[in-house]
């Protein structure tokens, strides 16, 4: 079954971290392109970061130097690491796969169930 399940969602206080997990199932992960995106209550979902199957990453101007995506193709699962946390970075996060390169748009082949993450004092 060809699947991804995500993990290390919660509540942490403001200046906090977490990272998040990805779980990937069913397909060889190093050929896929990964990505996190989160939605916020009343807001459409956003880009957080990607990285192509060579590596390259990107990341929007809102975690730049805060967050960091990477992977671990033999074991089949990536990561957001996510520290400085705010407030304005509660949402839910869901990570996605996509074959090759990432899509132009958010139309990934594979997503995630998606975790809350809430970031209160």
């Known amino acids: 079954q060809l699947q991804l399940v995500e993990s290390g969602g919660g509540l942490v206080q403001p200046g906090g971290s977490l990272r998040l997990s990805c779980a990937a199932s069913?397909?060889?992960?190093?050929?896929?392109?990964i990505g996190w995106f989160r939605q916020a209550p009343g807001k459409e979902r956003e880009g957080v970061s990607l990285?192509?199957?060579?590596?390259?990453?990107l990341y929007s101007e809102s975690v730049k130097g805060r967050f960091a995506i990477f992977r671990d193709n033999p074991k089949k699962m990536f990561y957001l690491q996510m520290n400085s946390l705010k407030p304005e970075d509660t949402a839910i996060y869901y990570c996605?796969?996509?074959?090759?390169?990432?899509?132009?748009?958010?139309?990934?082949?594979?997503w995630g169930q998606g975790t809350q993450v809430t970031v209160s004092s």
């Open positions: 990285m192509d199957s060579d590596g390259k990453t």
């Open positions: 996605a796969a996509h074959y090759l390169e990432p899509p132009s748009t958010d139309d990934y082949d594979y």
């Open positions: 069913g397909f060889t992960l190093e050929h896929y392109a």
